[in-house]
């Protein structure tokens, strides 16, 4: 009988090696945009803290008519911060405090991470960010690493690519690489004011499959270059997640906005 167990340990540790490895993708969510729409598959085991922090955004509708606020190409295609209310520039959405950074993968083409401010490696909030080429040896090591949280999926780097080639206009402070949508240098020139018909809005960022177990064959790539025992550093920093301000936590009127937010998505 022991023999037979015995014979059996490596296809049991087999299975439980599979298993590990399967529960790491699980959840998918769905950025609607006017420019279309993409997929990506969270890696809530490996990054916990910020698939729920992300997931705290979604749910309180935080990302309804935000915006693609910055685009850089060959770089990053940046969103999750600023919403338009028929008035332009777009307003600062609500924050809560930063999150727990959780730089276990790298940042390549196609993965998605926290955008944060500088000097402070735990000050992601609601920003985050589309990696266009493989920029790990800058953002795997830059301010503690940046959290890669998840990956795109299917053929959703068609439209992120598409978006990151719409033209760019400098109208300064968070939008001095705003993508423009039937906008012109004349336009700009002429002091014509973007609208709706101009932004990459963001219709919403829904959740469209919960399951434990959804993209197995995703495998990504371990962050090798982060130094745990480096000094944090935030000289050379390219991805911040506010238009200048003082930082991510935003106070008592802050939580209690987020808080509404939820409340009023629970009740519709």
Not at 17 to 37: C, K, M, P, Y
Not at 153 to 173: E, K, L, P, S, Y
Request: net charge negative.
């Amino acid at each position: 009988m022991l023999s037979n167990l015995f014979k059996k340990i490596p296809a049991l540790c087999t299975l439980l090696i599979l298993s590990v490895t399967l529960s790491a993708q699980a959840t998918i969510v769905e950025v609607r945009t006017v420019a279309g729409n993409f997929q990506i598959n969270l890696f809530d085991e490996a990054t916990p803290e910020n698939v729920q922090n992300l997931l705290s955004y979604i749910n309180a509708g935080a990302y309804e008519n935000n915006v693609v606020h910055r685009t850089v190409p060959g770089f990053i295609v940046q969103m999750g911060g600023f919403e338009y209310a028929n008035a332009f520039p777009p307003e600062a959405i609500s924050t809560g405090v930063g999150v727990l950074n959780e730089p276990e993968f790298s940042n390549l083409r196609g993965t998605v991470a926290m955008a944060k401010l500088a000097n402070d490696q735990n000050s992601a909030t609601s920003q985050f960010f589309i990696n266009l080429a493989d920029n790990s040896a800058n953002l795997d090591v830059q301010n503690g690493g940046f959290t890669v949280l998840g990956q795109v999926i299917g053929d959703g780097m068609a439209v992120v690519d598409a978006i990151a080639g719409i033209t760019r206009f400098n109208f300064g402070g968070a939008f001095t690489d705003l993508p423009l949508r039937n906008y012109t240098s004349a336009d700009g020139t002429n002091g014509v004011v973007p609208n709706d018909d101009n932004l990459v809005i963001i219709d919403d960022v829904v959740v469209i499959d919960t399951a434990v177990v959804t993209n197995p064959e995703l495998n990504p790539t371990p962050n090798t270059l982060i130094n745990p025992s480096a000094p944090e550093s935030g000289a050379g920093l390219i991805v911040d997640n506010n238009n200048g301000g003082s930082g991510g936590a935003f106070g008592l009127w802050g939580l209690l906005a987020l808080g509404l937010m939820v409340w009023r998505r629970s009740n519709n």
